[in-house]
């Protein structure tokens, strides 16, 4: 699975944040399989109004929305990357997430301490890249001396490394994070590296309850980071995102209605954490059940079937493709083949967002 790390400084609402992701997922539990996994890793439900569309025509007794995990990682503190705090551990879990969730604190409530004493989301969100800037550079560090000698008696893996890795050092000496240094094309080497400033980041900030539909000042500034990095920010209050969790569906939108949300913010950071991962989802539409899969964006037609099963790939033949908004427009699969809008596609399609398919395989 695809998986979202949830970081940022002590007391700014991590866990608040995590959990109430994770209650809203036991919520719907009758209705869909997720949970906690671990303490600290939960596995939700990627909200996508199309896949309630797609069972209604299907008439299919069951749906089964694609999911994303979580993982909320406490620890970080000034100083991390030296081995203050959890530094450590810390720095072990989040090499492992695809992505950040970087939770920036937007509030002001004088009983709630700020680690660094006022409250201050860029200079915060500063404060804990430099850690993971500093955490990079001292892991490439470490691995290049060695890896120039063995380039220097021949060892291809070691030279491409080291030109991979050396304009990176150069960067994160310079206060930048690696993802600048990395060559258009190389970002999967550059993923095996493991380095965390490569990682694509979505702020979340974490205002008032009065603010949730507005923002206030802070987030604004937030915003602006974001926007000079190419990087995105939701608005959020976790405040009220703890009171949601408790609720029932339909008490829930009501509520929402009452502050002026269209949709709740957890729901806006998974859909925000699914685009940042690149991915994408494509249904299968039954009577026993209607269902969404998540795939990489730019995935193939038989590497999508896999997902399904491994066998689908093995075997693959083709796929009855329907796109969503054909399947919906003209009643389902019958009325779409009936329109000429069902195609039969092999294995160099690229499959779409949205894409309704029904795979042909040998067994
Ligand atoms: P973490 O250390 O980042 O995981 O932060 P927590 O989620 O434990 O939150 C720290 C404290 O801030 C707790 O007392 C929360 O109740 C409080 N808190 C979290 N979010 C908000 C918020 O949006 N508004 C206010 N006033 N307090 C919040």
Redesign the pocket.
């Known amino acids: 699975g695809f998986n979202c790390g949830i970081v940022?400084?002590?007391?700014?609402?991590?866990?608040?944040?995590?959990?109430a992701l994770t209650q809203t997922a036991a919520a719907q539990a009758a209705n869909y399989p997720f949970c906690t996994i671990e303490p600290n890793v939960g596995r939700v439900a990627v909200p996508d109004p199309r896949l309630d569309e797609l069972a209604r025509i299907g008439k299919s007794i069951k749906k089964v929305p694609t999911s994303l995990e979580f993982v909320?990682i406490?620890g970080l503190v000034r100083g991390a990357s030296r081995g203050e705090g959890l530094g450590n551990q810390f720095l072990a879990n989040i090499r492992e997430v695809d992505a950040i969730v970087h939770?920036l604190?937007c509030?002001e409530?004088g009983?709630?301490t700020h680690v660094e004493g006022n409250v201050d989301p860029v200079r915060d969100a500063e404060t804990v890249e430099t850690e993971l800037m500093l955490a990079d550079l001292d892991s490439l560090e470490k691995r290049l001396v060695p890896a120039q000698k063995k380039a220097k008696n021949g060892d291809k893996e070691s030279a491409a490394f080291v030109a991979l890795a050396e304009p990176i050092i150069a960067a994160l000496a310079a206060g930048k994070p690696a993802r600048t240094a990395v060559p258009k094309g190389e970002e999967i080497a550059a993923a095996r590296l493991q380095l965390m400033t490569t990682k694509p980041v979505l702020y979340v900030c974490?205002?008032?309850?009065g603010s949730a539909a507005t923002g206030n000042a802070h987030s604004a500034a937030v915003e602006a980071m974001a926007k000079a990095q190419g990087a995105k920010a939701v608005i959020v209050?976790?405040?009220?995102e703890?009171e949601i969790s408790q609720m029932a569906e339909g008490d829930r939108i009501e509520f929402l209605d009452s502050l002026g949300l269209k949709d709740s913010g957890l729901d806006r950071i998974i859909r925000a954490g699914y685009d940042l991962l690149g991915l994408i989802t494509y249904f299968t539409v039954g009577p026993k059940e209607s269902r969404a899969w998540t795939i990489n964006r730019g995935t193939k037609a038989p590497q999508a079937a896999a997902v399904i099963h491994n066998d689908f790939e093995r075997g693959f033949i083709a796929c009855e493709t329907i796109a969503y908004d054909d399947f919906v427009a003209l009643g389902g699969e019958q009325g779409a083949k009936e329109a000429g809008k069902m195609r039969v596609e092999g294995k160099e399609y690229v499959v779409k967002d949205g894409d309704v398919l029904l795979f042909r395989f040998n067994v």
Request: proline share 3%; no cysteine.
């Open positions: 940022g400084l002590p007391n700014v609402g991590k866990s608040t944040l995590f959990n909320d406490a939770v604190r509030f409530d009983d709630i974490n205002v008032e309850e209050s976790a405040a009220i703890a």
